[in-house]
């Protein structure tokens, strides 16, 4: 069974950064699909970034794009999330998901794909 297990959130003030870092216990990392879903209240889970297997390919949404960076380090099984400027509008719970991609290429940036989920961490930035 396969197991995500996210970190690195916290409480934040406006401008500043946070790195968060999702990892698994799968053996075989390289072949999944990653991505960062986030969750605000009373708000359905939105996608944030998504990463292919063979890491070539990337997307965000729009809202993200040019302030948060994700990566991926196959040797240690995880997935970051580097977030630079964050504003009170990033604060959310951050999911992340993973997907056995048969495609090294594509980023899916849509949550049915994901068949694994890890537990979220909450990131709140104070205006």
């Known amino acids: 069974q396969v197991q995500l297990v996210e970190s690195g959130g916290g409480l934040v003030q406006a401008g500043e950064d946070l790195r968060l870092s999702c990892t698994t216990s799968?053996?075989?990392?390289?072949?999944?699909?990653m991505g960062w879903f986030r969750q605000a209240p009373g708000k359905e889970r939105e996608f944030v970034a998504a990463?292919?297997?063979?890491?070539?390919?990337?997307r965000y949404v729009d809202s993200v794009k040019g302030r948060f960076t994700i990566s991926r380090d196959n040797a240690k099984n995880t997935v970051y999330l580097q977030m630079n400027s964050l504003k009170p509008e990033d604060t959310a719970v951050y999911y992340c998901?993973?997907?056995?991609?048969?495609?090294?290429?594509?980023?899916?940036?849509?949550?049915?794909?994901?068949?694994?989920w890890g537990q979220g961490t909450q990131v709140t930035v104070s205006s």
């Open positions: 799968a053996r075989t990392f390289s072949s999944y699909a």
């Open positions: 990463i292919s297997k063979g890491g070539t390919t990337t």
């Open positions: 998901g993973a997907k056995i991609a048969s495609n090294s290429g594509t980023a899916y940036t849509e949550s049915r794909p994901y068949d694994k």
